[in-house]
């Protein structure tokens, strides 16, 4: 990614995750010292492979959206031929820039949606879940009085 474009913020990254651990500076203890031994039996962190093609998937889109700006900025910038070198630069970039900073906010909108819907889903999932257990222990307490009745009744 070369100049001033940068992909847009990391969506799932949580706040949480961002702040400082207050630790010391020096070496991590998930990294190993130049000192230290290395562990070659050590467990080593689970890699999601799915989140990893998610992420590679973003960027290659990314980089395909900024070399798509690019392009367009030179075409538009070609229709005026009576600019020069550092005003078809200027003209070039602010289209890059206005390209991608709309793009951006369609990506933000799109990911509000998505995670608003999946909130729904989850909702109507828990809620036919509980619908479905009530059921099932409607049922079982029908059958277990069924059984008990009988025995009651002629004991």
């Known amino acids: 990614m070369g100049g001033r474009e940068r992909p847009p913020k990391a969506r799932g990254a949580r706040p949480e995750a961002k702040r ?37 998937e973003g960027y290659l ?14 075409a538009f910038a070609d229709r005026f031929p ?11 970039q602010a289209y890059t820039d206005d390209r991608l900073r709309y ?19 989850r909702a109507e999932c828990r809620r036919i879940c509980a619908r479905w257990a009530a059921v099932c222990l409607s049922v079982a307490f029908a059958v277990a009085l069924l059984a008990v009745v009988p025995v009651a009744l002629h004991g």
Do not use: M, S
């Not at 651990?21 to 190993?32: L, V």
């Not at 009576?82 to 070039?92: K, N």
């Open 82 to 92: 009576w600019l020069g070198p550092d005003d078809r630069e200027a003209l070039e």
């Open 20 to 56: 400082r651990t207050g630790r010391p500076p020096g070496p991590r203890a998930d990294r190993p010292a130049v000192d230290r031994p290395v562990d070659l039996g050590a467990a080593r962190p689970a890699v999601d492979p799915g989140l990893e093609i998610a992420r590679l």
């Open 61 to 74: 889109a990314w980089e395909a959206e900024v070399a798509a700006a690019r392009r367009d900025a030179r």
């Open 103 to 121: 793009a951006e906010e369609v990506v933000d909108r799109a990911v509000g949606r998505c995670r608003a819907l999946a909130a729904r889903y």
